[in-house]
């Protein structure tokens, strides 16, 4: 039984490009959610899916968009990269009924 | 505001003491507290996660404790290992939303030989 996957593990963007993080949940498990972890800091929640809905969202701007597809999977986005967009990029998958969040391993976004 | 404090930042211990991890918490309603150790540039893992009604919960040399009227918890580690370096991170489910985590600073531990 996998476990939550993220894909890529690293990646280093350029200010101003657009990025894509991928995430595969847990299986069984029906709800997203991704969370950006600065470096010393705790994870900060950005946006939650359920049923390739958007359910709840962070204080984060337009720029950070997401995506859930028919088989659980996501992705986020952000556009127009800023150099404070450099974290850790954390996606957690649960079963809507519990609130359980297992955690993927992360992708490390380099912003230069 | 629903908030998560935890103290201290950071703590350097020799290996083989024990140590003890506060998390005090703001947030209302709350349906659970989670302890979650993350290894560097790693994802967090569940170590403990008590109800609002439970009042310590233990796994291995990890023991967690939850005083719902005073809104602070521990995370106590006895008999460290060098393994045991890493972020602690409290996790308050407030249970007002979709059962919404609210995730504390953390501590950062450091255990030496």
């Known amino acids: 039984d996998a476990g939550v996957t993220q894909s890529p593990t690293h990646l280093i963007k350029t200010r101003g490009q657009q990025v894509t993080l991928r995430c595969s949940p847990k299986?069984?498990?029906?709800?997203v959610s991704w969370y950006q972890q600065a470096l010393g800091q705790g994870p900060q929640f950005i946006f939650q899916?359920?049923?390739?809905?958007?359910?709840q969202r962070g204080n984060f701007p337009d720029r950070f968009s997401g995506h859930q597809f028919p088989n659980y999977s996501s992705e986020l986005n952000v556009n127009a990269l800023l150099l404070g967009d450099s974290a850790l990029y954390l996606c957690?998958?649960?079963?809507?009924?519990?609130?359980?969040?297992?955690f993927g391993p992360g992708t490390r976004l380099t912003v230069t | 505001k629903n908030q998560v404090e935890q103290s201290p930042q950071s703590l350097i211990i020799l290996e083989g003491k024990n140590c003890t991890l506060q998390?005090?918490?703001?947030?209302?309603?709350?349906?659970?507290l989670r302890w979650y150790k993350q290894d560097t540039g790693r994802g967090p893992v569940s170590l403990t996660i008590?109800?609002?009604?439970?009042n310590t919960k233990s796994n291995g040399r990890y023991t967690a404790t939850l005083d719902a009227d005073t809104k602070q918890s521990s995370l106590h580690i006895t008999a460290s290992q060098l393994s045991d370096s890493a972020s602690y991170i409290c996790?308050?489910?407030?249970?007002?939303?979709?059962?919404?985590?609210?995730f504390g600073a953390g501590t950062r531990l450091a255990v030496h030989p």
């Open positions: 957690a998958s649960s079963f809507t009924k519990t609130s359980e969040q297992y």
């Open positions: 299986s069984g498990h029906d709800t």
């Open positions: 899916y359920y049923e390739e809905e958007e359910r």
């Open positions: 998390c005090n918490y703001t947030v209302s309603p709350f349906s659970n």
């Open positions: 008590m109800t609002f009604s439970e």
């Open positions: 996790v308050v489910t407030f249970s007002g939303g979709y059962n919404k985590l609210i």
